[in-house]
């Protein structure tokens, strides 16, 4: 026969596993909150994420873009140094060179010391031609780094 011990035990074990399913049930209600929580912030940062990528890809088309316009600005000023300044360079030196000697430039374009120059005016003439030169190169760079400059204060304003 069922005694009344065994009835309180079990008694107390039913409520003892009722009180774990509320328990239970309580926290899966909480764990539901979080989670719909979560795949908010993850749609979220999803949409950041988007966003980002839109505007890391806009600044890469930019800067490309500058690095193209540089380009093309130099090779711009190089071809117009390198067609105009060579032939007035050339004409210079040949107008200024005796016909007795030859002077020979090497890699660097130093003059052999063992050349003789014909008067002191030649040499004076050449050292003028190349001071010329040298000047006309500073000028090119500075407009250049001008010219430079200005694009990036634009590209800064926009």
Do not use: C, H, W
Request: hydrophobic share 35%; aromatic share 4%.
């Amino acid at each position: 026969m069922i005694t009344l011990d065994q009835v309180q035990k079990l008694e107390k074990k039913v409520n003892d596993a009722v009180d774990l399913i509320n328990r239970f049930k309580a926290e899966k209600v909480v764990l539901e909150e979080k989670i719909e929580k979560y795949e908010f912030r993850i749609m979220e940062l999803e949409e950041i994420t988007e966003q980002l990528n839109k505007d890391q890809t806009e600044i890469e088309d930019k800067i490309i873009g500058a690095l193209n316009q540089l380009e093309e600005l130099d090779s711009t000023s190089d071809k117009t140094v390198v067609n105009e300044d060579p032939i007035q360079e050339e004409a210079s030196v040949e107008s200024s060179v005796s016909d007795d000697y030859e002077i020979v430039a090497t890699d660097d374009e130093s003059v052999d010391n063992s050349e003789k120059v014909d008067t002191e005016e030649d040499y004076e003439e050449e050292v003028t031609v190349e001071d010329d030169v040298a000047e006309d190169v500073i000028v090119d760079d500075e407009v250049e780094a001008e010219a430079a400059l200005s694009e990036s204060e634009e590209d800064n304003q926009s």
